[in-house]
């Protein structure tokens, strides 16, 4: 008896052995191919030759992404609004090597509806340089939540990819625009010429040296300012409603290479702002005009440390008597 169960066992081992081979084969051949079986790839692109996304939300409202001849994006409503760079970066890096989480068909089902494609909830369809498109589709989220089903128009294929790439696309066009009024970011300005109301400052910014009108400032203090500054942003966009200026700001960014000028004026409870060259304007918080006033009245003349007070010498003790 205990030689026939070796015999058995034997060849079941056989058998699995075999078929891991096959399978391990299988597995090479493909991975030679360019992909696996269990999760290809959708879609290849060169990120720099993404000139355009059109994305199609709950088959009514569309956002689209266009790239501007100097390289920057834009989100083309009307009015149009500037694209926030790393919003639209981390989706072109999303969509350029798009791989699937899961290949559940390989050709299409007769009924999309169980997968909501029937009519699908969001299509994004991505332009490149040479003028070819390719249009995603994408359906319901999978029951666990981590997946939604997507296909590729023209690819019989259907597939699961993550959702965050579904959530990624499925944005107002807000959510993709720049809200900072500002783009000097976190290197300090060389300039600052402010006007609040009655009251001008002009802040410079050399060396180590922080002045206002020409007098040397506490650094902290006026590095507080030009952070209130920097955090100016829209809760919204609006196409009109700008009126007569009464905070306007001039900032020289650190290399002296670009001029950026926001004016400020009030409407109602809130303040609509305007820079140069951007069409769209931007309603701002008081909240913020109001702590970056606050920070202004806070500023601080540098104060020079005091001068290390001089301790007279103290004359060494006498030597010890010799005891020799």
Do not use: C, H
Not at 22 to 29: D, E, L, T, V, Y
Not at 48 to 68: F, G, M, P, W
Not at 166 to 190: M, R, T, V
Not at 225 to 249: N, W, Y
């Amino acid at each position: 008896m205990k030689t026939r169960g070796l015999i058995i066992a034997a060849a079941v081992l056989a058998v699995l052995s075999g078929a891991l081979y096959w399978s391990n084969r299988r597995q090479a051949a493909t991975a030679a191919a360019g992909g696996t079986p269990e999760a290809p790839r959708i879609l290849t692109l060169t990120q720099a030759d993404v000139t355009s996304i059109n994305i199609l939300r709950n088959r009514t409202e569309t956002v689209t992404l266009a790239k501007l001849e100097y390289g920057d994006w834009q989100v083309a409503q009307t009015p149009p609004l500037p694209g926030d760079s790393s919003t639209i970066s981390n989706l072109l890096s999303t969509l350029s090597a798009l791989n699937s989480d899961r290949l559940v068909e390989e050709t299409t089902p007769g009924d999309l509806t169980p997968y909501g494609l029937a009519e699908p909830v969001l299509e994004a369809e991505i332009t490149t340089k040479d003028g070819k498109s390719s249009k995603l589709l994408f359906g319901d989220n999978t029951p666990a939540g981590a997946s939604a089903f997507a296909m590729l128009s023209g690819d019989p294929r259907l597939f699961t990819v993550s959702s965050y790439v579904k959530s990624s696309l499925d944005k107002a066009p807000f959510d993709f625009a720049n809200k900072k009024l500002f783009d000097f970011g976190f290197d300090f300005p060389q300039k600052v010429e402010m006007r609040l109301g009655a009251r001008s400052y002009t802040i410079t910014f050399s060396g180590d040296e922080w002045k206002s009108n020409d007098t040397r400032m506490d650094a902290t203090s006026v590095q507080s300012v030009i952070a209130r500054i920097r955090d100016l942003e829209a809760t919204r966009f609006v196409a009109e409603g700008f009126g007569r200026p009464i905070i306007e700001f001039t900032v020289t960014t650190s290399d002296g290479q670009r001029i950026e000028r926001v004016a400020l004026s009030r409407s109602g409870n809130e303040y609509i702002g305007r820079r140069d060259e951007r069409p769209a304007l931007y309603v701002v918080s008081p909240t913020l005009i109001t702590d970056l006033e606050n920070y202004v009245g806070q500023m601080q003349v540098w104060v020079p440390p005091p001068a290390e007070s001089e301790t007279p010498a103290v004359p060494a003790p006498p030597a010890a008597p010799s005891t020799k």
